[in-house]
DNA sequence: CTAGGGTTAG
C-alpha cells in the first residue's frame, strides 16, 4: 500500500511533461518551496500558506513542512501546530519541527507532550533528531526521572548514537545535576567522535555543579589535543565561569587572553562573563572596563554589573546604575531587582530597600516572588530589624527549597544578633523544610545549650546522628602569587590557634582605637559558652574565614594582595572593617563574595601546606 | 529540497 504512494508520487513529474497544467502546478510548487524555506517575514509566510491552500498542497507532506518550519523559525509555534494538526500525513520531520518549535519557543512541557503523542500514535517512529530535541527540552526541565527513560527508549530503538544525540544527553545529564552519568556518556562517545560542542557540554557540567578543578581540567585536555578545533565564544564563556566559582583571577586572565586571541570580545554572553569573572574574583575595576567595552547593552549586562557593585558594597551606584539603565529603556527583569535588593541589603540602604519592594510591581512590573522576600528579610536581619525581618518572613508562602534559603536568611540574623528565640524558630523551621540543612541542626543545638537547655540539645544531636546528617567541613581560602590556601575550620585546633587568637584580638583594639564600631564577623571574636566539644567545633566552623584572612595577614609578604575568598555574607560593616585592616596591616585586601552554595571541594592544598 | 546539539546575570 505503501509503496504505491511512493510509486505514484513518483510517476507525478512523468506525467508533468504530458500536462501543461501539472507542469505549471510543479514549478510553482517550487517557487513556493524555495520561498518558504527563505522568509523571515510573517506577511509572506501567511500569503505562501494561501497559495500551498489553493494549489492544493496541503496534502503534501514535503511543502507543509516547509510551512510548518516557516512559522517556527517566526516564532509562531502555535500557527506551525495548527498547521500540523491539519496534516494528513505527518512525517518524522513534521513532529520533529513542532517538538524543536516549543523547545525554542521555551515551552519544553509542551515538547515533551507532543513526544508522548507521537509515541502513542505509533505510526511514525522518531529518529536521532526527534531524540535530540527531546534530550533538550528535558535538560531545560531539568527532568532527570523522564529523561533516563526517554534515553533507555533511544537505546532499545537499534538507532545509533551519534555526537549530537551523545551530546545532548551529556547536557541533560549534567543539567540535571547527574555529573557521573554526564560523564559516563561523554567516555562512550570516543567510537564515532567528540566536537567542541560535546566538549563544551562537559565543561559545563562540571562547571555549573560546583566543580570547577575538573572543568578547567577538562579544558585543558582540550587545548593539549592536537586534532581538535580551538575553544569557540560558548566554551570560553563556560570556562570564565569556571574560573569566577573558583575566584581564580588568574586563570581567569589567561580565559581573557583566549578571548582576545579568538576575537569573541565583542560577544555579550562572553563579556558578561568575564565582567561577573572579574567582579566575582575582586577586581571590580576590570569589571568595569569590560562593561564600558560593551556596545550592545541588554538587560543582562546592565544586571551584571548592578549586581558586581551590589557584591562590592557600592548600593547607591548600583542604584544609579539601575536608573541608568531603565532610562535607556531597558526593561528590568526578577533578577535585575534581585540585584537592586542585593545592593541596598549589602550597603545599609534598608528604606530604599524596603521602597524597592513595595514598588517593584507597579513601576517596574516585576512581581515579588520569594527569592526578594529573602533578600529583604536578609537586609532586615542584617541591620538588626530582626522582628520585622521574622514577620515579613512569616507571611511568606515558600516551597521547601526556598523555604531553606528563607529560613537560612533569619538564622543568620538571629545569630548576628544574639536572638535565641528567633535562632530556635527560624532552626526548626529550616529542619522541616528537610533540605540537607546540617547549620540548621547546630544552631538549633548551640541555642538550647546558650539558654541551658542541655537535655533538648543532646536529643537534637542524636536525632542529627540518626538522620545520618553529616556535618560537611566549611572552609575558606585565600591566594597568592597564582597558589591556593585552603583552611578547613577543624584547623584552628592546630598549633598556631594560639598566635591567630592574639593577632585577631590586637587587630579589633586597633580597629577600636580608630574608631570602628559594629560587630563585623571580621573582628568579633566568637564567644565560646560552655559547651561540649563537638559543639565548639561548629561554632569554629562559622570562623574560618577570620582564620584564612589572620593567616593571610601575619604570613603574606607586605605590600602583597591578599586576596580572600569565602561564603562570608558582606555587609557595609565589613567593607568598612577590610579598608582600615587594610590601613592598619599594610597589605591590599581583595574580598570575594562567591555563592553561599558553591562550595570549594577539591582544595589543591590544606593549612599545613602553607607552612 | 525539508529536521537535531553547546554559552551569560541571581
Known amino acids: 500500500m505503501k509503496k504505491r504512494l511512493i510509486q505514484n508520487v513518483r510517476l507525478a513529474p512523468a506525467n508533468a511533461i504530458t500536462s501543461p497544467f501539472l507542469l505549471l502546478h510543479l514549478k510553482t510548487k517550487a517557487f513556493l518551496v524555495h520561498k518558504l524555506s527563505e522568509s523571515t517575514n510573517p506577511i509572506l509566510t501567511n500569503l505562501l500558506h494561501t497559495l500551498t491552500v489553493k494549489l492544493g498542497l496541503v496534502s503534501d507532506t514535503f511543502t507543509v513542512n516547509l510551512l510548518i518550519n516557516?512559522?517556527?523559525?517566526?516564532?509562531?509555534?502555535?500557527?506551525?501546530?495548527?498547521?500540523?494538526?491539519?496534516?494528513?500525513?505527518?512525517?518524522?520531520?513534521?513532529?520533529?519541527?513542532?517538538?524543536?518549535?516549543?523547545?525554542?519557543?521555551?515551552?519544553?512541557?509542551?515538547?515533551?507532550?507532543?513526544?508522548?503523542?507521537?509515541?502513542?500514535?505509533?505510526?511514525?517512529?522518531?529518529?536521532?533528531?526527534?531524540?535530540?530535541?527531546?534530550?533538550?527540552?528535558?535538560?531545560?526541565?531539568?527532568?532527570?526521572?523522564?529523561?533516563?527513560?526517554?534515553?533507555?527508549?533511544?537505546?532499545?530503538?537499534?538507532?545509533?548514537?551519534?555526537?549530537?544525540?551523545?551530546?545532548?544527553?551529556?547536557?541533560?545529564?549534567?543539567?540535571?545535576?547527574?555529573?557521573?552519568?554526564?560523564?559516563?556518556?561523554?567516555?562512550?562517545?570516543?567510537?564515532?567522535?567528540r566536537n567542541v560542542v560535546s566538549w563544551t557540554s562537559m565543561i559545563t557540567a562540571y562547571a555549573q555543579s560546583g566543580r570547577g578543578h575538573e572543568a578547567i581540567e577538562l579544558f585543558r585536555s582540550f587545548n593539549a589535543s592536537t586534532t581538535l578545533d580551538r575553544p569557540n565564544q560558548f566554551m570560553l564563556a563556560s570556562v570564565i565561569s569556571a574560573c569566577s566559582s573558583l575566584g581564580r583571577l588568574k586563570w581567569g586572565e589567561v580565559a581573557h587572553g583566549l578571548v582576545t586571541r579568538g576575537g569573541y570580545e565583542s560577544n555579550n554572553v562572553v563579556a558578561t562573563s568575564l565582567l561577573d569573572m572579574y567582579a566575582k574574583c575582586g577586581s571590580l575595576s576590570c569589571a568595569e572596563k569590560v562593561f564600558l567595552s560593551i556596545r550592545c547593552h541588554s538587560v543582562?549586562?546592565?544586571?551584571?554589573?548592578?549586581?558586581?557593585?551590589?557584591?562590592?558594597?557600592?548600593?547607591?551606584?548600583?542604584?544609579?546604575?539601575?536608573?541608568?539603565?531603565?532610562?535607556?529603556?531597558?526593561?528590568?527583569?526578577?533578577?535585575?531587582?534581585?540585584?537592586?535588593?542585593?545592593?541596598?541589603?549589602?550597603?545599609?540602604?534598608?528604606?530604599?530597600?524596603?521602597?524597592?519592594?513595595?514598588?517593584?510591581?507597579?513601576?517596574?512590573?516585576?512581581?515579588?516572588?520569594?527569592?526578594?522576600?529573602?533578600?529583604?528579610?536578609?537586609?532586615?536581619?542584617?541591620?538588626?530589624?530582626?522582628?520585622?525581618?521574622?514577620?515579613?518572613?512569616?507571611?511568606?508562602?515558600?516551597?521547601?527549597?526556598?523555604?531553606?534559603?528563607?529560613?537560612g536568611a533569619l538564622l543568620s540574623a538571629g545569630r548576628l544578633h544574639g536572638r535565641v528565640e528567633i535562632v530556635c524558630e527560624a532552626s526548626k523551621r529550616l529542619i522541616q523544610s528537610d533540605q540537607q540543612v546540617t547549620s540548621a541542626y547546630i544552631a538549633l543545638s548551640n541555642a538550647y545549650a546558650v539558654a541551658g537547655g542541655w537535655e533538648d540539645s543532646e536529643s537534637l544531636r542524636l536525632e542529627m546522628k540518626r538522620s545520618g546528617n553529616v556535618k560537611e567541613r566549611?572552609?575558606?581560602?585565600?591566594?597568592?602569587?597564582?597558589?591556593?590556601?585552603?583552611?578547613?575550620?577543624?584547623?584552628?585546633s592546630c598549633d598556631e590557634s594560639g598566635e591567630i587568637e592574639r593577632f585577631l584580638k590586637d587587630l579589633e583594639k586597633r580597629m577600636k582605637e580608630r574608631g570602628h564600631r559594629g560587630s563585623s564577623m571580621i573582628t568579633s571574636s566568637s564567644v565560646f559558652v560552655d559547651v561540649d566539644e563537638e559543639a565548639k567545633e561548629a561554632m569554629v566552623n562559622l570562623h574560618c574565614e577570620r582564620l584564612a584572612l589572620a593567616y593571610g595577614l601575619i604570613y603574606l609578604p607586605a605590600g602583597s594582595t591578599v586576596r580572600i575568598m569565602n561564603n562570608l555574607r558582606m555587609c557595609r560593616d565589613c567593607h568598612e572593617a577590610f579598608k582600615l585592616i587594610s590601613e592598619i596591616v599594610q597589605r591590599e585586601i581583595v574580598v570575594r563574595d562567591v555563592n553561599r552554595f558553591h562550595c570549594f571541594k577539591n582544595g589543591s592544598c590544606t593549612c599545613r601546606d602553607f607552612w
Not at 153 to 175: A, C, P, Q
Not at 316 to 324: H, V
Not at 382 to 388: A, L, N, P, S
Open 474 to 492: 566549611a572552609c575558606s581560602w585565600i591566594e597568592s602569587k597564582g597558589s591556593v590556601y585552603v583552611f578547613h575550620a577543624g584547623d584552628l
Open 70 to 193: 516557516s512559522y517556527v523559525k517566526l516564532r509562531e509555534v502555535n500557527t506551525a501546530r495548527k498547521v500540523f494538526g491539519e496534516m494528513c500525513q505527518p512525517n518524522v520531520v513534521s513532529w520533529t519541527s513542532v517538538i524543536s518549535g516549543f523547545n525554542d519557543m521555551g515551552q519544553p512541557q509542551t515538547a515533551l507532550s507532543m513526544f508522548q503523542k507521537m509515541h502513542e500514535d505509533r505510526s511514525v517512529p522518531p529518529n536521532e533528531y526527534t531524540f535530540a530535541s527531546v534530550f533538550k527540552a528535558c535538560s531545560s526541565l531539568a527532568e532527570s526521572r523522564i529523561g533516563k527513560c526517554i534515553h533507555a527508549r533511544f537505546e532499545i530503538s537499534r538507532l545509533r548514537s551519534n555526537t549530537v544525540v551523545s551530546s545532548s544527553l551529556v547536557d541533560m545529564y549534567g543539567k540535571c545535576n547527574d555529573v557521573e552519568t554526564a560523564r559516563r556518556v561523554f567516555d562512550s562517545m570516543i567510537g564515532y567522535g
Open 300 to 407: 543582562i549586562t546592565y544586571t551584571s554589573m548592578i549586581m558586581a557593585k551590589a557584591k562590592h558594597g557600592l548600593g547607591e551606584a548600583a542604584i544609579k546604575l539601575f536608573d541608568e539603565m531603565v532610562g535607556k529603556r531597558i526593561k528590568p527583569n526578577y533578577v535585575t531587582l534581585l540585584g537592586v535588593l542585593h545592593a541596598c541589603s549589602h550597603s545599609g540602604l534598608v528604606n530604599e530597600g524596603l521602597e524597592f519592594l513595595n514598588s517593584m510591581a507597579e513601576k517596574h512590573g516585576v512581581i515579588p516572588d520569594p527569592r526578594h522576600y529573602t533578600c529583604v528579610v536578609d537586609m532586615l536581619g542584617r541591620c538588626g530589624r530582626v522582628d520585622e525581618a521574622y514577620d515579613l518572613a512569616k507571611t511568606i508562602q515558600v516551597g521547601a527549597e526556598q523555604g531553606a534559603l528563607l529560613w
